[in-house]
C-alpha cells in the first residue's frame, strides 16, 4: 500500500516491516506532516526530520502552502434502521482544494470509506446500539477532525445466547472409542451447532447431538461437555460434565513385572510372596515344549526396544526334598496385542537340589534354549511367561507375588 502525506517533500521507507518517516519543512515554523496510515511526524522550522512517525499532531500543518486541513463533516443522521443494518448520511466537510472522500466509524472501528455521504452498515445484530462518526480526507491526504456522533439501536430483539445443552450420555464404550448424546440446547432464533469438549481441548463441532470420539487410549478416564452456538454465532455455556473410562487396560510402560496367582504379570512387587503349584512333568521329557504350563500375561505394553538389550529373569522355584525336578521358562513377545507373538524365547531349564527352599532359576546362569522371530517396538502389545515341568515325576512350586522377577528389553 501506497503511503501519502499532506506535504510533498515527505517519504516513508520500508525496511523488513519497519517504517522510517521523513520530511522536510521550508516554513519559519515547526509542522506536522500527516502520513495517510495514520503516520504524524514533527518537522522543526526550516530542517528535515525522520522518525517512528508517532510524534504528537502540533496545530500547525507543513503541507503545501495554502493546502489545509478539511473541516469536520456534520453529525451523521440514521435514515433507514433495520434488525441489522443502519443508513447514515451527513453533511459535507468543507476544503480549501476540494474533498477526497470520508472514513466513517462504528465506535473506534473504521468500517468503509466512502467518496459521498451516505454509507450503510450492515451485518449488525439486532436490538443492539451503535455509535457512529464520520471523518473527511482531502485531495492531499489531509484528515480532518471528527464529526459528531450519533447513536442509533437495531430494531427487533437483542439476540440472545443459547441455553446449555444437555450432560452428554455415554453410548458406545470401546477401548479407543466413546459414543456421546445430549439433549438439544434452545434458542430464541435456533441452534446452528455444538462444540464437543474432550477436558478443555475442543476436540469436534458437530450440527446434531450425537459424536463418536475416537484415538482414545484403553483404560483411560476422560472428561466431556458439549456448547451450543446460535445462528448469529453466539456460544452458549457448558453443558454438565460426563467422565467416562475407556475399555481394556491402561496402558503399561514398565520394563520389570512380577509374576501373579491368577496369572497376571504386576509392574509392582506384592508386600509378600506366596506360590504357584507347577505340575509334574509326568515322567515325560517336555525339554524345550511347554506341558501344562503356569501362564502369566501383561498386555497392552508400550515400550521402544533398548538395543544390545535381552530378556532378564530370576524365578524363585523349589521343588522340596526331590532333586532333578527340571522347571523351564519361555518368555514370549506380541508385539502389537494381535494374538501373534513375534518373538518367542525359550531358556533351558533349572534342576533342583534335594534341599527344600527357594533356589534361584535365573536367565543369566540357564541361557537360551531356542528363540525365533525378531523383537521390535511394544505398542499395544501382550508379554507372556510360561513355566512348566521339563522332567521329573513330581509338581514343584514357583514362589509369586515377590521374589520372581522379570526384566524386559524395552524402555
Not at 484528515?143 to 450420555?169: E, F
Not at 535365573?362 to 522371530?373: M, T, V, Y
Amino acid at each position: 500500500m501506497t503511503v501519502t502525506a499532506n506535504s510533498p517533500t515527505a517519504t516513508v521507507f520500508d525496511k523488513n516491516g519497519t517504517k522510517t518517516y521523513a520530511a522536510h519543512n521550508y516554513g519559519a515554523e515547526e509542522c506536522s506532516v500527516l502520513f495517510s496510515d495514520g503516520g504524524v511526524l514533527n518537522v522543526p522550522a526550516k530542517s528535515t526530520a525522520s522518525g517512528a512517525g508517532d510524534d504528537t499532531e502540533l496545530g500547525t500543518l507543513c503541507g503545501t502552502p495554502g493546502d489545509d486541513r478539511p473541516g469536520a463533516p456534520g453529525t451523521p443522521v440514521a435514515g433507514d434502521i433495520t434488525d441489522d443494518t443502519v443508513e447514515l448520511t451527513w453533511e459535507a466537510a468543507t476544503d480549501d482544494l476540494g474533498i477526497k472522500d470520508y472514513d466513517v466509524y462504528r465506535g473506534d472501528d473504521k468500517v468503509a470509506t466512502v467518496d459521498g455521504t451516505t454509507y450503510t452498515d450492515t451485518g449488525l445484530a439486532s436490538g443492539t446500539e451503535y455509535t457512529y462518526s464520520v471523518r473527511a480526507r482531502d485531495t492531499s491526504s489531509q484528515v480532518g477532525p471528527p464529526s459528531g456522533t450519533v447513536t442509533v439501536t437495531t430494531t427487533g430483539t437483542r439476540d440472545q445466547p443459547p441455553g446449555a445443552p444437555g450432560t452428554p450420555v455415554a453410548g458406545e464404550v470401546t477401548s479407543t472409542s466413546v459414543e456421546l448424546t445430549w439433549e438439544a440446547a434452545t434458542d430464541d432464533k435456533g441452534v446452528k451447532d455444538y462444540d464437543v469438549y474432550r477436558g478443555a481441548t475442543k476436540v469436534a463441532t458437530v450440527t446434531g447431538t450425537t459424536h463418536t470420539d475416537t484415538g482414545l487410549t484403553a483404560g483411560t478416564e476422560y472428561s466431556y461437555s458439549v456448547k451450543a452456538r446460535d445462528t448469529a454465532g453466539r456460544t452458549g455455556p457448558p453443558s454438565g460434565t460426563l467422565k467416562v473410562t475407556t475399555a481394556g487396560n491402561p496402558p503399561v510402560t514398565a520394563d520389570t513385572f512380577y509374576p501373579r496367582s491368577g496369572g497376571a504379570l504386576a509392574t509392582e512387587a506384592a508386600a509378600t510372596g506366596s506360590s504357584d503349584t507347577i505340575p509334574s512333568a509326568g515322567g515325560t521329557n517336555n525339554d524345550g515344549t511347554p506341558k501344562n504350563p503356569l501362564v502369566y500375561e501383561v498386555e497392552n505394553v508400550n515400550g521402544t526396544l533398548k538395543p544390545g538389550s535381552s530378556t532378564a529373569f530370576t524365578f524363585k522355584v523349589d521343588a522340596g526334598g526331590s532333586v532333578g525336578y527340571a522347571q523351564q521358562a519361555r518368555v514370549s513377545y506380541d508385539l502389537t496385542g494381535d494374538g501373534t507373538f513375534e518373538r518367542v524365547e525359550t531358556f533351558r531349564y533349572f534342576a533342583t537340589d534335594p534341599v527344600p527352599g527357594w533356589e534361584d532359576y535365573s536367565s543369566a546362569r540357564q541361557g537360551l534354549h531356542s528363540a525365533s522371530g525378531t523383537l521390535g517396538d511394544l505398542d499395544g502389545g501382550t508379554v507372556r511367561v510360561e513355566v512348566w515341568s521339563a522332567l521329573g515325576n513330581g509338581p514343584s512350586a514357583l514362589q509369586v507375588g515377590a521374589g520372581s522377577v522379570l526384566t524386559i528389553p524395552f524402555a
